[in-house]
């Protein structure tokens, strides 16, 4: 195996993100202070841009748009008593993107000097004119108006970068402690926060202005039986966030209790680490003596932090349009909601099931003002009462599905990247009927409740998946009756959604998320958020992963 | 200037060294040189090419450690850099793990670099391309590929006298062909050290054939089968090989958590774990798949066995576990050789009475590391084979399987070929287990 593989995993399996090997999130290491000072101002980043898009316009472009980035990012990375690593990372540049003889042209420079810009900018026709040579159907943008100078800023409380690194890992080391006392064998815990302060300029009059913010805590707790060699895992109920540090200082009114008898606590908008470290051990000494699920049909009830990547999976990769298109199928695939399967408007999942689209939620990993090829943000709904009634599309892919206006879903990881189509905030919108999670447990005769996140798998055309969780609770005659070990689900989407039965309310609504999302080739990643409340899905296949080995 | 020579890159480390007045300093440089062109729908959808040299300066102060980088070497850069790396040194706990430096090392002569590929130009990227849409598009097809090619180099300095350099360069070029209406799927991926043995058309009409060849494809029940797993369903990202040998880590196995435990404490080191034909080695000298000759901290890399005869020969120790171990450090290796036999695919297909062909795995992930359990999906041509032929093309499965116990299933092992930078056979396995039908083409 390569190095570059095993990079590569690291951003993949969850597993692997605990190996103290992983790199600082990208860019140039630098003093924490750094990431303090202030970027240039947007007069003179609109001075720099102006002088890219003018060498594109006179080198031939009929489009041109700019991005200057400067990523800052900080992980912390501790196990048990003593901390792993600690970086800090800044990476500044620009990316120029332009259509000249009908075909897209990249490129990218960290000279952020007129000089510079003006020299990607003329190389950026020079690809586009190269690869004409080989196009087929010219690029047609989705017409765009220009916004003028304007800004964004995630409404953040406290930016992370202005807490004292000590702080930060004084608290993993806290949270390591509680897991310690309360009988983990090991313990790792991890800080990522992310800012990108991105400007924009287009050949459309958009001069846009970006202030973005990210953190997720994170942790994995072990706990070993030594003489039966057994050993269980139970991971953080945290979610990523597109928030400040004030995610990380717990509020009364953002924990909402779990179901009766399992000790679990749901965390909106703050997250108490301490508390979750200290259960997450208990719960990890429970899972090395549970009971192994007898395999068979049960109804599920799905906690949030777990639903998540369900919904990301079989419903937010699934309609995005470039996979629809194929555009992805070398890599990370198609899918199997084609224009010709929409068109036979067959439902997606139950009446219940609506799904939304936002950019724009508050305390979301997808918000921003302004999409990474300047097209204001917004909603839009993507299955209505059960059918497919929309996919997530940039400017170039409207026109393809007989639309003129963009969704907002360009993205990319860096100035030095491409920006392509990724997915939006993708969520589950709650019942309308008063309905709480102890209720719903209620009426379920034989079911299983899973928390958290555990391995997923789906194929490439998103039909087929199998998710494990973190934690497992037998219900049985409408209560929770103990800890479940060995379990996983597969199912097929459509009956899936399908055999959705119940959905919690908005009081127990809150946001899960991915922070490294992987797609594309070269692979970049990017970062979104899912909502949902407590959902309850009927007569489920479920599996017993136990295997006995040498 | 993204590929510095042995004497520029050493010295720039040397001046960098010089301005170190830490207890100890360590100092690399590393540098590509890489390009890269996609298609999709039979058209070029994107192309880059990009260039970067990197400097990283880690200072330590007792057992304080920081770390600076920069990429731009002109002396006051430099200068500021080591200052840097020094300043965080200072505010740094104290490492409880710390190893000092090591000293002067010796190390094989590296031969993963080839010229015709540090040469490679936009235009044979998109002439590669070109081949592989223009064979499609002529057969009604339509192609989705990735082509990417680099020069690589890594240059590591110390004040304790350490000095390495290698090069290497690498292509890797993979193909998925769909047929138009959606019902077939193929696949072909390779990767080279030497660009002269790449042939874009040929991996691309091997793609080709089973797209064509996979149309229509009947369902079987779940449950398990003989298999004859490709190379590309061995290997990848994520694949079964790749985890296993991720997972051959002594400190994870001495702390109790891994698949290589043992009940009551240890590891398995020595045990047999697999069917007496498994020999897993690595070893940077071999010419069709080399790999580096040191490690990022400068560890020399050397043949080694992990796997000898199915008995669990050497695992991962870092120099600090092994110290605490009492055992010899053994780096992290660039690429690893699965011994197998003569026979090709075809061979193994002839061989075989009742079984399923497998191109490719995908989306694998772990569902259980006490068992080294994974899940995942066939993908892109999976054939039922009947009486040494392959009669129909069949739905795809998803599998939960071990590696551990799917390489104690083993029926036939095919000859290695080269793939991710490794040498690994096609392997004939009975009693995979395949846990449900997917409808994904």
């Known amino acids: 195996m390569n190095r570059r593989d095993f990079v590569g995993l690291t951003g993949l399996a969850a597993g692997a993100i605990w190996l103290p090997s992983v790199p600082a999130l990208g860019g140039t290491l630098v003093d924490p202070a750094r990431l303090l000072e202030p970027g240039l101002d947007p007069a003179v980043k609109k001075r720099l841009a102006d002088a890219a898009l003018n060498a594109a316009k006179s080198a031939g472009a009929t489009y041109a748009d700019v991005r200057i980035g400067r990523y800052l990012n900080q992980s912390v990375f501790t196990r048990e008593k003593q901390v792993q690593n600690i970086a800090s990372g800044e990476s500044f540049g620009a990316g120029i993107r332009v259509i000249a003889n009908g075909t897209w042209g990249f490129a990218s420079t960290n000279q952020v000097t007129e000089a510079g810009m003006a020299k990607a900018a003329q190389l950026a026709v020079q690809i586009a004119k190269a690869n004409a040579k080989v196009q087929k159907e010219p690029v047609k943008l989705a017409p765009q108006q ?3 100078e304007v800004s964004w800023k995630t409404p953040i409380q406290v930016n992370a970068f202005e807490v004292p690194v000590k702080d930060k890992v004084d608290l993993l080391l806290a949270a390591n402690a509680k897991a310690l006392e309360n009988g983990a064998s090991f313990v790792n815990s991890a800080l990522f926060q992310i800012n990108e302060q991105k400007y924009f300029a287009s050949t459309d009059g958009s001069y ?20 039966s060699g057994k050993f269980r895992t139970r991971e953080a109920l945290s979610s990523p ?12 009114q953002d924990k909402i209790a779990g179901p009766a008898g399992t000790g679990l606590t749901g965390y909106k908008y703050s997250y108490d680490i301490l508390e979750d470290a200290a259960l997450a051990a208990k719960q990890a000494k429970e899972k090395l003596t549970a009971k192994s699920v007898v395999p068979g049909k049960y109804d599920l009830v799905l906690d949030p932090n777990h639903l998540g990547l369900t919904i990301h999976e079989s419903i937010g990769h699934a309609t995005e349009l470039d996979r629809v298109l194929g555009y992805e199928a070398n890599y990370a695939g198609t899918s199997f909601a084609t224009l010709e399967w929409k068109a036979k408007n067959q439902p997606y999942g139950s009446k219940l099931v609506n799904i939304v689209a936002d950019k724009t939620q508050p305390g979301s990993l997808g918000a921003v003002g302004f999409d990474d090829e300047g097209v204001k943000t917004g909603q839009w709904d993507i299955i209505k009462d059960g059918k497919l009634v929309d996919y997530q599309k940039i400017r170039d892919q409207a026109h393809i599905v007989g639309q003129n206006k963009s969704d907002g879903c360009c993205y990319s990881q860096s100035w030095q990247d491409v920006q392509f189509q990724r997915m939006a905030n993708i969520s589950l919108q709650p019942g309308k009927e008063k309905l709480s999670v102890d209720q719903m447990i209620a009426g379920v005769d034989k079911g299983i409740y899973i928390a958290g996140r555990g391995s997923f798998s789906i194929d490439q055309q998103r039909y087929n998946s199998q998710f494990g969780g973190t934690v497992f609770y037998s219900i049985e005659k409408g209560k929770i009756a103990g800890i479940l ?64 080995i040498g | 200037m993204a590929i510095l020579s042995k004497d520029e890159s050493q010295a720039i480390l040397k001046k960098v060294i010089g301005f170190s007045t830490a207890d100890e300093c360590q100092a690399s440089l590393d540098g590509r040189t890489v390009g890269n062109v996609r298609y999709a729908r039979n058209s070029v959808s994107t192309a880059g090419a990009s260039d970067n040299v990197r400097l990283v300066v880690e200072s330590r102060f007792g057992k304080r450690s920081g770390v600076a980088t ?61 081949d592989s849409i223009a064979l499609c598009s002529a057969k009604g097809l339509t192609a989705a590929g990735y082509l990417e090619d680099g020069a690589y180099f890594q240059a590591l300095r110390n ?16 193909v998925t062909v769909r047929t138009p209406d959606g019902t077939g ?50 290997v990848s990202d994520e694949g079964l090989l790749n985890n296993l040998m991720y997972n051959l880590g002594a400190r994870e196995a001495d702390e109790g958590r891994s698949f290589l435990s043992k009940k009551g ?21 071999n010419a069709q798949a080399p790999g580096g000759v040191f490690d990022g901290e400068g560890m020399p890399v050397k043949r080694i066995n992990w796997v000898e005869k199915g008995v669990v020969k050497n695992m991962y120790y870092s120099r600090y576990w092994a110290q605490k171990t009492g055992k010899q450090a053994t780096p992290f290796p660039g690429n690893f050789i699965m011994e197998g036999g003569t026979q090709s695919v075809q061979d193994l297909i002839k061989s075989t009475e009742k079984g399923i062909l497998v191109t490719r795995l995908w989306y694998i992930r772990d569902v259980d590391p006490q068992t080294l359990l994974y899940t995942g999906l066939t993908r892109d041509g999976t054939f039922y084979i009947e009486n040494g032929k392959i009669k129909f093309p069949i739905k795809n499965f998803r599998f939960n399987e071990s590696p551990v116990i799917m390489l104690n299933n083993v029926e036939a092992i095919g000859k290695p070929v080269r793939l991710g930078g490794n040498l690994v056979p096609p392997l004939k396995i009975r009693d995979f287990t395949f846990t449900s039908l997917s409808d994904a083409v």
């Open chain 2, 159 to 174: 004040n304790k006298g350490l000095e390495a350099y290698q090069q290497s360069t690498s292509i890797d070029f993979s």
């Open chain 1, 241 to 252: 966030m597109g928030m400040g540090y004030e995610y990380l200082q717990p509020k009364a």
């Open chain 2, 185 to 234: 799927s193929g696949y072909a991926v390779a990767d080279y050290t030497d660009v002269s043995k790449f042939n874009a058309k040929a991996l691309t009409q091997a793609a080709a054939d089973k797209a064509a060849g996979s149309r229509n494809a009947k369902a079987l029940e779940p449950g398990k089968y003989t298999v004859i797993l490709e190379p590309a369903a061995l």
């Open chain 1, 208 to 227: 846009i202005d970006q202030d973005i913010h990210r953190i997720w805590p994170n942790f994995s707790v072990t706990a070993i039986d030594r003489a």
């Open chain 1, 146 to 148: 220009g916004y003028g």
């Open chain 1, 485 to 548: 070990e060995d379990v996983a689900y597969q199912t097929n989407t459509v009956e899936f959604w399908n055999s959705c039965a119940a959905i919690c309310d908005q009081s127990d609504y809150r946001l899960f998320g991915s922070f490294f999302d992987g797609k594309g080739q070269p692979s970049q990643v990017s970062a979104v958020s899912h909502g949902s409340a407590h959902t309850r899905f009927n007569s489920v296949n479920v599996i017993n992963t136990a295997r006995k």
């Open chain 2, 265 to 285: 404490g240890g590891n398995k080191l020595g045990e047999k774990l697999f069917d007496p034909r498994i020999t897993i080695y690595s070893d940077p000298l």
């Open chain 2, 70 to 130: 920069c990429n731009e070497f002109d002396d006051a850069t430099l200068r500021r850099c080591v200052q840097r790396a020094e300043e965080i040194a200072r505010l740094a706990p104290e490492d409880p793990e710390y190893m000092p430096l090591l000293g002067p090392q010796q190390y094989l002569t590296p031969v993963s670099y080839a010229s015709s590929t540090a040469a490679i130009t936009p235009d044979y990227r998109a002439q590669a391309a070109g």
